[in-house]
């Protein structure tokens, strides 16, 4: 393995509790109408996602880190989804548990926005508890 490509995943509680029960280790799949799982490359773009899209749809936002073997990264493509630091990595929902597969240590929490917390909650080297 060359290297790891450190990735942020901004989602919401239900999916939130899928990871947690999955030991911080995987990803779930994807729901039919979901064809996309898309990380993204800055944690700035993430935190947006988790505090002005999933806390008021889904009543919290998360943001997440995790890693993943370069190597295995690089044949996705990276998406511009806006301006030039909205990056997102795109894996088709069918390779998703290769993806999975090519995790390199636990996902882990980094920041929480629930409500009253607008300006979330930072879990210091992030948490899989």
């Known amino acids: 393995m060359a290297g790891v490509m450190t ?5 919401g509680p239900e999916e939130l509790d899928l990871v947690r029960g999955s030991g911080w280790r995987e990803w779930p799949p994807r729901l039919p109408d979901q ?3 898309y990380p993204v490359l800055n944690e ?3 935190v947006r ?3 002005d899209w999933n806390l008021p749809r889904s009543g919290a936002g998360y943001v997440t880190r995790f890693g993943v073997d370069a190597d295995f ?3 996705y493509p990276v998406r ?3 301006g030039r630091t909205i990056l997102e990595l795109w894996v088709p929902a069918e390779e998703l548990a290769a993806f999975n597969a090519h995790l390199v240590g636990p996902i882990r929490l980094v ?3 629930l409500p009253g917390h607008p300006g979330g909650v930072r879990h210091g080297g992030g948490a899989t508890a």
């Open 49 to 51: 996602i988790a505090r």
């Open 7 to 11: 990735l942020w995943r901004p989602t």
């Open 44 to 46: 700035d773009y993430a």
């Open 73 to 75: 990264a690089a044949r």
């Open 35 to 37: 064809p996309i799982f």
């Open 80 to 82: 511009q989804a806006g």
């Open 111 to 113: 920041v929480s926005f």
